[in-house]
């Protein structure tokens, strides 16, 4: 099992750019594909994007693809989403997950984190 913190949400004007990360704890980091979700108030828990255990593989959400990059650095058991050109509907609490393959679902995800709030505003 992998324990994941996310961190790096905040408040962001139209247009800007953020990143979030997620750091996870255990031995077992490199081998599990990492994805994120989120959420917007009233909605449901939707694919934005996720990497391969090695990260030679990466896909995304059509919603976010151009503007998002997801990355990892398996050294430091940590995954990132660098979020581009940012609009009001990207609003949303981001999820980390981790799991044994690239998922577009939420299914087949075995672990997640807490979420790291992410509004863009003007």
């Known amino acids: 099992q992998v324990q994941l913190v996310e961190s790096g949400g905040g408040l962001v004007q139209p247009g800007g750019l953020l990143s979030v990360s997620c750091a996870a704890s255990g031995r077992s980091f490199s081998t599990h594909a990492m994805g994120w979700f989120r959420q917007a108030p009233g909605k449901e828990r939707e694919f934005v994007a996720a990497i391969s255990a090695g990260g030679g593989y990466t896909t995304y959400a059509d919603s976010v693809k151009g503007r998002f990059t997801i990355s990892r650095d398996n050294a430091k058991n940590t995954v990132y989403l660098q979020m581009n050109s940012l609009k009001p509907q990207d609003t949303a609490d981001y999820y980390c997950?981790?799991?044994?393959?690239?998922?577009?679902?939420?299914?087949?995800?075995?672990?997640w984190g807490q979420g790291t709030q992410v509004t863009v505003s003007s």
């Open positions: 997950a981790a799991g044994p393959v690239v998922s577009t679902t939420s299914l087949g995800w075995g672990s």
